[in-house]
Nanobody, 113 residues
């Protein structure tokens, strides 16, 4: 199983980016897909997750600005990030939980002030 993320980049504060992550391989039942991030010098933190067709859950710092969505047929999870702030700068990782825990390689998001 492999996860491949795309959509990171450099954006000015107040701008938007959309991250996508697609899982490939012999996946089986997916229980949860999520996004985490790790800023320089900080621990990795969860940003948002989505279970099945339920609504997403978010860390307080991104509520109202980020939206997680999932395309089960394509084993894809997206993260729409609006009103970006410099403190959102981090490497973003997608995560998928089946009977195992899988991580994507990370994609850099940089928000300039």
């Amino acid at each position: 199983v492999q996860l491949q993320a795309s959509g990171g980049g450099l954006v000015q504060a107040g701008g938007s980016l959309r991250l996508s992550c697609t899982a490939s391989g012999s996946i089986g039942r997916v229980n949860r897909m999520a996004w985490y991030r790790q800023a320089p010098g900080k621990q990795r933190e969860w940003v948002a997750y989505i279970d099945g067709d339920a609504s997403g859950k978010y860390v307080d710092s991104v509520k109202g600005r980020f939206t997680i969505s999932r395309d089960e047929g394509k084993n894809t999870v997206n993260l729409q990030m609006n009103s970006l702030r410099p403190e959102d700068t981090a490497v973003y990782y997608c995560n998928m939980i089946t009977t195992r825990n899988y991580w994507g390689p990370g994609t850099q998001v940089t928000v300039s002030s």
